[in-house]
C-alpha cells in the first residue's frame, strides 16, 4: 500500500516536472490544467502554444523545426492520444475541442522529388500549413499529410481510423480509406 501510493506521487511529480520543462523550453504561450503523459518530446527552443484543458498522451513527439516560421498551436479541451508524431517546418494548427487518436502521424512537410538530376535524399522539403478546426476527431492510426496549398479539416469533420488524408476536408463530413474520400455527411 505505502509503496503503491508512493508510486503514485512519484508519477505526479515527474508529470509536473516534464511540464515545467516543456514550458520553459519551448516559446508561446502554455494554458493551464495541461496534463502529459511519460515521455513526451519536442525540440527545444520550438514555437508550441497550447490552450487549456489539454491532454497529451505517452511517447508524443513534436518535432518542430526552430525557425521563425514554424509554429504549432494547440486549441483548449483537446485529447492527444499516446504516441502521437507532429512534425512542422511551417504551421500546424489543432483547434477545441479535438480528439485525436492513438499513433496519428500529422505532417505539414513533404520531400521533394521532382528533379530527376538531383538524389531525392538531396532534394528538399515542401510545406503547406495543416489547420484542423474546432470539434474534429481523427482515428487512430491516421496519416494526416499536407501537400499545396495545404489541409484544411473543416469543424465537425471525423476521419476514421487508419486513413491517409492528403486534401481538406469540409466541415461535418465523414472521411475514411486510403486515400481518403467522403464517406457520409454528418447532420448540421
Not at 509536473?16 to 508561446?28: A, E, P, Q, S, Y
Not at 507532429?86 to 500529422?106: H, K, M, W
Not at 491516421?142 to 486513413?163: E, Y
Request: charged letters at 20%.
Amino acid at each position: 500500500m505505502v509503496l503503491a501510493v508512493a508510486w503514485r506521487r512519484w508519477v505526479r511529480v515527474s508529470e509536473r516536472l516534464t511540464l515545467v520543462r516543456f514550458k520553459l523550453l519551448t516559446k508561446g504561450k502554455k494554458g493551464r490544467r495541461i496534463r502529459l503523459g511519460r515521455h513526451v518530446g519536442f525540440v527545444p527552443g520550438s514555437f508550441l502554444s497550447l490552450g487549456d484543458d489539454l491532454y497529451i498522451g505517452d511517447r508524443c513527439t513534436f518535432e518542430i523545426y526552430v525557425n521563425s516560421e514554424a509554429r504549432v498551436s494547440i486549441g483548449s479541451n483537446t485529447w492527444l492520444s499516446r504516441d502521437l508524431h507532429l512534425q512542422c517546418a511551417a504551421q500546424v494548427t489543432i483547434g477545441r475541442n479535438v480528439l485525436v487518436g492513438e499513433f496519428v502521424s500529422i505532417r505539414d512537410t513533404t520531400h521533394s522529388y521532382l528533379d530527376p538530376m538531383v538524389p531525392i535524399k538531396n532534394q528538399t522539403d515542401v510545406s503547406s500549413p495543416v489547420i484542423m478546426e474546432d470539434d474534429v476527431w481523427i482515428g487512430r492510426g491516421c496519416l494526416i499529410q499536407a501537400k499545396a496549398p495545404g489541409i484544411v479539416i473543416g469543424r465537425g469533420a471525423i476521419v476514421g481510423a487508419n486513413s491517409v488524408v492528403t486534401s481538406s476536408i469540409p466541415p461535418m463530413e465523414v472521411w475514411g480509406g486510403t486515400p481518403a474520400k467522403m464517406l457520409k455527411q454528418r447532420p448540421f
